[in-house]
C-alpha cells in the first residue's frame, strides 16, 4: 500500500505561481509518480509524470513549458512547480503513483485526495 498527501494548492492571480508538494507513504519503492488535475464539470485529466529516478518526466501539452515535476526520494515526496498559472489551470489536483509510466488515470493504483489550486483572473 502506498499512501499520498498532497499540500500547497491555494488562491493566485494569474501569472502567479505555486508549487505543490505530495508526500508518499508506505511501498513507495519503485514508483512512477502522476499529478493529475479535475476541474468542475469536466473529467480528470493527466498533468505530468516522472520516473522512480526522476530521469524521466513527460508533460501534457496543456502545461509543458509552464509546470515542472521533480521528486525527492530522500524525503518520499514529489513536486510540481506551476508557473504562469492561467484560469483555466484551476482544479483540483490529484497526487498518484504507479507501477509503471502511463499518462492514463486506470493504471494509477493509488491517489491522494488533492488539493484546490484556484487562479483568478
Known amino acids: 500500500q502506498v499512501q499520498l498527501v498532497e499540500s500547497g494548492g491555494g488562491l493566485v492571480q494569474a501569472g502567479g505561481s505555486l508549487r505543490l508538494s505530495c508526500a508518499a507513504s508506505?511501498?513507495?519503492?519503485?514508483?512512477?509518480m502522476g499529478w493529475f488535475r479535475q476541474a468542475p464539470g469536466k473529467e480528470r485529466e493527466f498533468v505530468a509524470t516522472?520516473?522512480?529516478?526522476?530521469?524521466?518526466?513527460y508533460y501534457a501539452d496543456s502545461v509543458k513549458g509552464r509546470f515542472t515535476i521533480s521528486r525527492d526520494n530522500a524525503k518520499n515526496t514529489v513536486y510540481l512547480q506551476m508557473n504562469s498559472l492561467r484560469p483555466e489551470d484551476t482544479a483540483v489536483y490529484y497526487c498518484?503513483?504507479?507501477?509503471?509510466?502511463?499518462?492514463?488515470?486506470?493504471?494509477?493504483?493509488?491517489w491522494g485526495r488533492g488539493t484546490q489550486v484556484t487562479v483568478s483572473s
Open positions: 498518484a503513483a504507479t507501477m509503471y509510466g502511463s499518462i492514463t488515470t486506470t493504471q494509477y493504483q493509488y
Open positions: 516522472i520516473s522512480w529516478s526522476g530521469g524521466s518526466t
Open positions: 508506505g511501498r513507495t519503492y519503485s514508483n512512477y
